[in-house]
């Protein structure tokens, strides 16, 4: 997520990936098996409310890295807010690819 662009709008970035799979059975009655443990892990921890950052968050801003996290995007506005920034990962690796170089 670009910083600046939370700070503009005067809200708190936090991050809601998890890395415990306790919620994974519950992410797999709505998402494909085949998705990795991160997302599913995200995704329940979110749709069961053991999140307490997620169930105080007002809103959900996502970036499209991957098909995964656009799926669970798609499902988690069911239930939360979801908004999506669609980042051009190619560009932004030449940039950074660029800056790294000099």
Sequence with gaps: M????VLAAGAIQISLC????ETIPEAEKDLPRNLCPLIKASY???????????????????ETTCDGKKKMYKYMDEFKDTYLMHLLIKEM????NYSIAK
């Design 18 to 21: 998890q890395t415990s799979d």
């Design 93 to 96: 690796l030449k940039v950074k």
């Design 44 to 62: 329940g921890f979110g749709k069961t409310d053991k999140s307490l950052y997620f169930y105080f968050s007002d809103l959900v801003v996502g």
């Design 2 to 5: 670009l910083e600046e662009l």
